[in-house]
């Protein structure tokens, strides 16, 4: 099992970013993909999550209607679109993956129930 993300950078603030999360070596829609974020000296944190089997999706209240989560199940890959950014946004994002029902939702969505994680990709929001 592999989970590859892509796309962190530099970016301005408000500006956009969008990160991506390769799966290998597991049925892609058996699973929910989560996005989590861990900032210098702070806990890691949910982002967001998708279930690819029907796209049902969670926003954690800090990123909604400002993140977009998406998924291309003929590319095993999942998005993350990112707009409005501002420094309290700059993290390591990770993407992991999680076996459903449920894990796309409260009350389970969270770190501890994601099976498989990736290494990381850093997004710095500065000026």
């Known amino acids: 099992v592999q989970l590859v993300e892509s796309g962190g950078g530099l970016v301005q603030p408000g500006g956009s970013l969008t990160l991506s999360c390769a799966a290998s070596?597991?049925?892609?829609?058996?699973?929910?993909i989560g996005w989590f974020r861990q900032a210098p000296g702070k806990e890691r944190e949910r982002v967001t999550c998708i279930t690819p089997f029907d796209d049902t999706t969670f926003y954690e209240d800090s990123v909604k209607g400002r993140f977009t989560i998406s998924s291309d199940k003929s590319k095993n890959t999942v998005y993350l679109r990112m707009n409005r950014l501002s420094p309290e946004d700059t993290a390591v994002y990770y993407c992991?993956?999680?076996?459903?029902?449920?894990?796309?939702?409260?009350?389970?969505?969270?770190?501890?129930?994601?099976?498989?994680w990736g290494k990381g990709t850093l997004v710095t929001v500065s000026s």
């Open positions: 992991a993956a999680g076996v459903p029902p449920g894990v796309c939702a409260e009350p389970m969505f969270g770190a501890n129930a994601m099976s498989y």
């Open positions: 070596g597991f049925t892609f829609e058996d699973y929910a």
